[in-house]
């Protein structure tokens, strides 16, 4: 049972907190409801009789919120190269509502991103894992969420350019352009 006020996740929703605690009746029959306050203004009834089974728990707390930071700074775990089987996969970490597992969403997708781009479906994938993201790491490090957005950004940003960066360089040392115009330096008009 959780009470008003409390912080609490609501997978692939995000983080908010408990505002009021009603009874509501709808289609004839009577039932308690949370009403959680998410970000951007909404506003979400949960049944409180099957508010664990709609897999509602508490906001981590600010040792495992560092935990979940040091996820960002992990080079990528392995994924399909199949987008529609990653997106399968990626989908199913989401609804965990693990908060671990949107983490490993966000970054591996922001690696892609960066490396190949994204799929329509992907870039709205990784943009609704951010926000839930973010939305869960503004409550547990008591922060604005522009201070999380960047925190959350150069942490993937600072993994990407360590990992990646320096091992999967595919362009050749030689100008572009002296692959199509040969420059011979014995050979210049001035």
């Known amino acids: 049972m959780y009470n008003v006020g ?3 996740v609501y997978p692939m929703h995000g983080a908010g907190v408990i505002d009021s605690i009603e ?11 949370y009403i ?22 508490n906001v981590i707390d600010k040792e495992q ?6 996820v960002l700074e992990q080079d990528e775990t392995e ?25 490993d969403v966000v970054r591996n997708l922001s690696f892609k991103q960066k ?11 990784l943009y609704n894992a951010k926000q839930i993201l973010v939305s869960e790491l503004v409550l547990a490090e008591h ?12 942490k993937i940003n600072t993994s990407y350019a360590m990992f990646r960066t320096d091992t999967n360089i595919d362009v050749s040392t030689e100008s572009i352009v002296n692959k199509f ?3 011979n330096s014995s050979n210049t008009n001035t």
């Open 6 to 8: 409390d912080k609490v």
């Open 23 to 33: 009874e509501k009746e709808i289609l004839g029959e009577k039932q308690s409801y």
């Open 36 to 57: 959680l306050k998410m970000p951007g203004e909404v506003k979400v009834m949960i049944p409180t009789a099957t508010a664990e089974q709609h897999g509602i728990r």
């Open 65 to 70: 919120a560092e935990k979940v930071i040091n």
């Open 79 to 103: 994924m399909e190269k199949n987008w529609n089987k990653r997106y399968r996969d990626n989908m199913e970490k989401m609804k965990s509502g693990d908060i671990y597992e949107i983490a």
């Open 115 to 125: 490396e190949k781009g994204l799929s329509t479906g992907e870039k709205k994938m």
């Open 143 to 154: 922060s604005s969420q522009e201070e999380i957005e960047e925190l959350v950004d150069n």
């Open 181 to 183: 115009i040969p420059f």
